[in-house]
């Protein structure tokens, strides 16, 4: 079950049938199946206080996942930055939607065991980012 929560901000608007269809199809390329994933909204301060308070990390972020996985089932909490996500879409000059769900699939991805942190997994990230957008626009 993928569920979908808010805590400060508004619930951005987007197709969440079509988001769990897309989730699900991109878990199963990398042979997982979805469990339990539980997105959280929030703003920048709240992702800051949740940065700080569970890794540690004095700074804001567009998205932090929280791995809970079970074999080849992923489960986790994914805290997603709205703002953060608003900033960056200008920063990058994309969409806003075009963010969100750059982001959405990105805490997705983790849980299916991509990293970016360390040297050179950053561009892995994004290259399977483009590979689950692109995935995301053959979907009906």
């Given at each position: 079950?993928?569920?979908?929560?808010?805590?400060?901000?508004?619930?951005?608007?987007?197709?969440?049938?079509?988001?769990?269809?897309?989730?699900?199809?991109?878990?199963?390329?990398?042979?997982?199946?979805?469990?339990?994933?539980?997105?959280?909204?929030?703003?920048?301060?709240?992702?800051?206080e949740t940065n700080r308070q569970y890794l540690g990390?004095?700074?804001?972020?567009?998205?932090?996942?929280?791995?809970?996985?079970?074999?080849?089932?992923?489960?986790?909490?994914?805290?997603?930055?709205?703002?953060?996500v608003r900033t960056n879409s200008e920063k990058y000059?994309?969409?806003?939607?075009?963010?969100?769900?750059?982001?959405?699939?990105?805490?997705?991805?983790?849980?299916?065991?991509?990293?970016?942190?360390?040297?050179?997994?950053?561009?892995?990230?994004?290259?399977?980012?483009?590979?689950?957008?692109?995935?995301?626009?053959?979907?009906?």
């Amino acid at each position: 079950m993928i569920t979908y929560n808010v805590d400060g901000v508004r619930m951005p608007k987007f197709h969440k049938r079509k988001a769990n269809k897309w989730i699900r199809a991109v878990a199963a390329t990398y042979g997982r199946k979805v469990g339990e994933v539980g997105y959280m909204f929030v703003d920048d301060e709240k992702i800051l206080e949740t940065n700080r308070q569970y890794l540690g990390h004095d700074y804001y972020t567009d998205v932090i996942t929280f791995d809970y996985d079970e074999g080849d089932t992923i489960n986790g909490d994914i805290v997603i930055s709205l703002d953060t996500v608003r900033t960056n879409s200008e920063k990058y000059a994309k969409s806003f939607d075009d963010e969100f769900r750059r982001v959405l699939i990105h805490g997705i991805l983790h849980l299916c065991g991509i990293n970016d942190k360390g040297p050179g997994e950053r561009e892995i990230m994004e290259a399977n980012e483009n590979k689950a957008l692109a995935l995301l626009v053959g979907m009906k």
